[in-house]
């Protein structure tokens, strides 16, 4: 699907959509306490909607599905009350939904097989499949590219390496949280993505789980596949890495932009995207405890270390190319593993429009310019290169006209992306 992004605007205020991140984590947590639990979401993202039919199929329920044309989703899920001995789990294009469930279900003693697309069949996961293959569970890939775990979880002690992702360490923490009794995961390299983690560590918190973390070592005190306690109130927050492209916009556009429906204090480490604007030179409020705007300013280049925000690179990158000077981001290899590599498709996307940029092995060196050129560019099916391109044309003015492949790749985390800047793509 194709979209023409000439004479570009973002609107001057926005709802944020539901963090995918949040999402994942409540409803796996939900799916295992003892009480039913009614969610209402925001633009619910395809990632999402494979995490859902994916506890359904471990035996979750579903009841009162309402669904909006713009992805809005409210529904009640009822836990799982029999585990099955096989399940099917379809993660789709989820990186998330694939590396929670493989140690899971690994726990439960579910027989599972999952269904990969795109390029998660390729996405890093040795670590996970080494931990797991050491501790009584096969790991193994049929002919047709389906991933199956077989067995049963064992042992109270296990380690994981912190610098491939963050998602390992969160999905054991969910094994851990479904086994009865204290167990212990150290953490063997340097974390990358913390804020993940401890989103987790939050997370499972407010559903009764006691856990405690000392430097590289995590403690969980599993309470069994059915022991989680529902909050009485808990509601799923906005999305920072969604609303990053926006607040982006108000600081690289003609006027402010202002965000709400997020949480200020919040786990999510995309929050970062509030002081890295401001270290850009751009103006930033906070207006209320759910509310920030972005306004324009006189931007300059910043270096970044992107080891713990690998989300905002992309929209970094185009505040960057808008920024005069030189702007480094580093540390930032895990993102050629992503959707798509990253790092080689924003080096394409910024040299097409002819921002001067370097790639390198963990990192881009972008040199900031005043005018931008026509192109096309493809988003390479992945959703955060997509709205890239829009902060591109934005800043490119009405002069520059782009032209997007793979525009549809945005309903992976913010259907209705296309709508709220008034735009329709084209078949």
């Known amino acids: 699907m194709q979209i023409k992004l000439s004479h570009i605007d973002f609107p001057r205020q926005i709802v944020a959509v539901t963090s995918k991140s949040v999402a994942h984590r409540m409803l796996i947590c939900a799916a295992f306490c003892n009480y039913a639990s009614r969610f209402k979401f925001k633009r619910v993202g395809e990632d999402i909607h494979r995490t859902i039919d994916c506890l359904c199929n471990l035996g979750a329920g579903i009841e009162k599905m309402k669904e909006s044309e713009n992805g809005d989703l409210e529904f009640t899920l009822h836990p799982i009350r029999k585990l099955p001995e096989e399940a099917v789990l379809d993660c789709g294009e989820s990186g998330s939904t694939l590396r929670f469930f493989l140690p899971l ?19 890093p996961l040795t670590a996970l499949e080494t931990l797991l293959s050491s501790h009584g569970v096969s790991v193994y890939e049929d002919d047709d590219n389906r991933l199956h775990t077989e067995g049963r979880l064992e042992g109270r002690y296990f380690e994981l390496p912190g610098n491939i992702s963050s998602q390992f360490v969160s999905g054991m923490i969910f094994a851990m949280c479904v086994m009865t009794g204290e167990s212990t995961l150290r953490i063997t390299s340097q974390i990358e993505s913390a804020p993940y983690i401890d989103l987790t560590l939050s997370m499972v ?9 000392e430097g590289q070592t ?3 005190e599993g309470v069994g596949p059915l022991g989680l306690r529902r909050p009485r109130n808990y509601m799923a927050e906005g999305d920072w890495s969604g609303a990053a492209v926006f607040l982006s916009a108000g600081a690289i ?27 850009f030179g751009a103006k930033v409020y906070k207006q209320d ?8 300013g006189r931007l300059h280049g910043i270096t970044i270390d992107a080891s713990d925000i690998p989300d905002l ?3 970094l ?3 960057g190319a808008a920024a005069s000077g030189t702007t480094r981001i580093e540390h930032a290899g895990r993102l050629r593993l992503k959707e798509s590599d990253r790092l080689a498709v924003l080096s394409e996307m910024l040299t097409a429009v002819g921002v001067p940029v370097t790639e390198m092995p963990d990192g881009l060196e972008i040199h900031g310019t005043n005018v931008l050129r026509s192109a096309v560019l493809s988003a390479h099916h992945d959703h955060r290169m997509a709205m890239a391109a829009a902060l591109l044309a934005l800043w490119g003015g009405e002069d520059c006209e782009i032209v997007l492949d793979d525009a549809e790749s945005v309903s992976k985390s913010w259907p209705g ?3 709220d800047l008034g735009l329709t793509a084209e078949q």
Request: charged content about 25%.
């Open 105 to 123: 279900c690994a726990a439960l003693g579910v027989h599972a097989t999952y269904l990969r697309k795109g390029r998660l069949s390729q996405r």
């Open 205 to 213: 918190g407010r559903y009764g789980i006691k856990t405690e973390r």
């Open 218 to 220: 995590i403690r969980v």
């Open 253 to 279: 556009g003609s006027h402010s932009v202002s965000v709400s429906g997020l949480k200020i204090r919040t786990s999510q480490g995309d929050r970062e995207i509030i002081k890295l604007l401001k270290s």
């Open 289 to 296: 405890e759910n509310t920030v705007t972005v306004a324009p």
């Open 313 to 315: 690179v992309p929209v």
């Open 317 to 319: 990158a185009c505040v």
């Open 417 to 419: 992306f296309w709508s």
